[in-house]
């Protein structure tokens, strides 16, 4: 049976990787057009359907960026949006037990991915594959948070264990 401060420092390690990998993901928002340009000399390597759907939205990212930079102030707030959801996990990672509520917010909200790319992707003419690629996020960012809230709720039999 593993004690208090082992499952603690588990929990934690898998919040600040979340944490981490939420930022990460969050960054990549801002400079789009940058991004995009490092892959475009290599397009040609790219399978042609993907090549082809590749090619025109760095086209519209740059045509866009060119001729209406405002555009793309809503992807900075994408990427704001990262980095304060992942502040939120400060909470659990102080205190797991008493936040566990926001490990529950963070599961919800990635299976909510599932469900706004399968609806959204196809309104907006993304790729099934690309659509699968976005539903990945959730399913593979819900792994460490249910490892928290595991690791959470045996701290927490342990507590009220102990306390007795």
Same mark, same amino acid.
Request: neutral net charge; aromatic residues 14%; proline residues 6%.
């Given at each position: 049976?593993?004690?208090?401060?082992?499952?603690?420092? /588990?929990?934690?390690?898998?919040?600040?990787?979340?944490?981490?990998?939420?930022?990460?993901?969050?960054? /990549?928002? @801002?400079?789009?057009?940058?991004?995009?340009?490092?892959?475009?000399?290599?397009?040609? *390597?790219?399978?042609?359907?993907?090549?082809?759907? &590749? =090619?025109?939205? &760095?086209?519209?990212?740059?045509? /866009?960026?060119?001729? *209406?930079?405002?555009?793309? &102030?809503?992807?900075?707030?994408?990427? @704001?949006?990262?980095?304060?959801?992942?502040?939120?996990?400060?909470?659990?990672?102080?205190?797991?037990?008493?936040?566990?509520?926001?490990?529950? @917010?963070?599961?919800?909200? !990635?299976?909510?991915?599932?469900?706004?790319? !399968?609806? !959204?992707?196809?309104?907006?003419?993304?790729? =099934? *594959?690309?659509?699968?690629?976005? !539903?990945?996020?959730?399913?593979?960012?819900?792994?460490?948070?249910?490892?928290? &809230?595991?690791?959470?709720?045996?701290?927490?039999? =342990? /507590?009220?264990?102990?306390? =007795?």
């Amino acid at each position: 049976m593993e004690n208090e401060l082992v499952i603690l420092r /588990t929990i934690r390690r898998w919040l600040v990787a979340f944490m981490v990998l939420l930022v990460l993901s969050g960054i /990549t928002a @801002f400079p789009l057009e940058w991004e995009m340009g490092l892959i475009a000399p290599y397009a040609d *390597y790219l399978p042609a359907g993907i090549q082809h759907w &590749y =090619l025109d939205v &760095y086209n519209a990212i740059r045509v /866009t960026n060119e001729q *209406y930079p405002f555009i793309f &102030y809503g992807t900075d707030w994408l990427a @704001f949006a990262h980095i304060v959801i992942a502040t939120a996990f400060i909470g659990p990672y102080r205190d797991p037990v008493r936040n566990k509520w926001i490990i529950e @917010f963070g599961m919800i909200a !990635c299976l909510m991915v599932i469900p706004l790319a !399968c609806i !959204c992707g196809p309104i907006r003419h993304i790729p =099934l *594959y690309h659509i699968i690629i976005d !539903c990945s996020f959730g399913v593979f960012g819900i792994i460490p948070l249910y490892l928290c &809230y595991k690791k959470i709720n045996s701290l927490e039999q =342990l /507590t009220q264990k102990n306390a =007795l």
